[in-house]
């Protein structure tokens, strides 16, 4: 069984938490990309609309005439669905792989609940190993690298890639995150940060995770 194969299983096991005629919040990457096709495929007159949280994640929905809608005008959502490039026992997560992680913060917030869906390398005792994801405004990145230098950290600009946000990313290595909540309102803090992609203050609340044995369900 390929990860990608696992990540398809849990993309179509988080179709249970969605709730007919609910406008739902979607993520992006490829575990997010098969829960769309699933939803396509599956539910697809059966939800009112979608938020998104990322342009990709927009086109692959209204390609699939799924209707996609702004947050503000949505409310509450009901479900975030989401994937994560790590997560903890507690469901704290890295998030940033693919550069979304600042919509993906504002929809996560915007939810009642938080699906993880992900493929079961993704659990691991400590956050850390996986580069951390930091969108910040251009004219900041070296004064936010030397101050990720500060942490222990060794910040790698992501060149070529700029946000749906019109911004940049850092991705920090060699961070051991012992105190995912701390460390989120640290870096947060920091003048020039948009997001840290450290999803500690606002876990998920399920986490589904793909496996040769089927779909874990993990809670915190
Ligand atoms: C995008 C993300 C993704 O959820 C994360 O990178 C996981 O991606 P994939 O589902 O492709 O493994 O945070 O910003």
């Not at 699939?64 to 989401?82: F, M, P, Q």
């Not at 803090?189 to 040769?212: K, N, W």
Request: a neutral charge; aromatic letters at 4%.
């Amino acid at each position: 069984m390929t990860s990608d194969d696992k990540k398809k299983m849990a993309a179509y096991a988080a179709l249970d938490y969605v709730e007919k005629g609910s406008i739902i919040g979607v993520g992006t990457g490829s575990t997010v990309n098969h829960f769309i096709d699933a939803i396509a495929e599956k539910m697809k007159g059966a939800i009112d609309a979608a938020v998104s949280s990322s342009e990709a994640s927009s086109e692959r929905m209204k390609k699939h005439g799924i209707r996609v809608i702004d947050l503000n005008s949505a409310g509450e959502l009901s479900i975030y669905v989401d994937g994560a490039d790590e997560s903890n026992r507690h469901l704290q997560l890295i998030k940033g792989g693919g550069g979304a992680l600042t919509r993906e913060k504002i929809v996560a917030a915007a939810s009642k609940t938080f699906v993880c869906i992900a493929d079961d390398t993704k659990l691991v005792p400590f956050l850390g190993k996986f580069p951390l994801p930091v969108e910040v405004i251009p004219m900041a990145r070296s004064l936010v690298a030397r101050e990720l230098v500060k942490l222990g950290g060794k910040p790698v600009w992501r060149e070529h890639f700029i946000t749906d946000n019109g911004n940049q990313i850092l991705d920090v290595h060699n961070l051991e995150i012992m105190e995912p909540m701390k460390m989120e309102t640290f870096i947060n803090q920091i003048a020039g940060v948009v997001t840290v992609g450290l999803f500690a203050h606002r876990p998920a609340d399920v986490l589904l995770l793909g496996s040769e044995k089927g779909v874990q369900v993990i809670k915190p």
